[in-house]
C-alpha cells in the first residue's frame, strides 16, 4: 500500500488548508485511516481517524471542533479539512492506514502556521 498525501502549505493563523491522502490501494476493507503529525522537537501526536467502512470518526482533543475528517471510498482518498488554524499545529501530517496486514504511512506534508 502507498499513501500519498497532498495539500499542505502556509497560512496565517486562522486560515484554513484541506490536506489529502490518495492510497494505490482500496481503503474500504481497511481498519481505519488517520491523520498523524509530529512537530520539531516533539512527539508523533495523533489528530484524526476514520473507519472507512462505517464513518466512525476520532479527533484528538487538540482539534476538536476544527478539523474535519472525511473519505471518498470510491477515490481511496482520505481528507483532512483544517480550519481556524494555529501556530501550535504547524507540523509535518502523515496518512497513515491499518489494514490485516500490518500500519502503513505516506512521507507527510509540511502545514505551516505563520
Known amino acids: 500500500v502507498q499513501l500519498v498525501e497532498s495539500g499542505g502549505g502556509s497560512v496565517q493563523a486562522g486560515g484554513s488548508l484541506r490536506l489529502s491522502c490518495a492510497s494505490s490501494?482500496?481503503?474500504?476493507?481497511?481498519?481505519?485511516m488517520g491523520w498523524v503529525r509530529q512537530a520539531p522537537g516533539k512527539e508523533r501526536e495523533g489528530v484524526a481517524a476514520?473507519?472507512?467502512?462505517?464513518?466512525?470518526?476520532y479527533y484528538g482533543d487538540s482539534v476538536k471542533g476544527r478539523f474535519t475528517i472525511s473519505r471518498d471510498n470510491a477515490k481511496n482518498s482520505v481528507y483532512l479539512q483544517l480550519n481556524n488554524l494555529k501556530s501550535e499545529d504547524a507540523a509535518l501530517y502523515y496518512c497513515?492506514?491499518?489494514?490485516?496486514?500490518?500500519?502503513?504511512w505516506g512521507q507527510g506534508t509540511q502545514v505551516t502556521v505563520s
Open positions: 497513515a492506514t491499518l489494514d490485516g496486514e500490518g500500519l502503513y
Open positions: 490501494g482500496s481503503i474500504y476493507g481497511t481498519l481505519c
Open positions: 476514520i473507519s472507512p467502512a462505517s464513518g466512525k470518526r
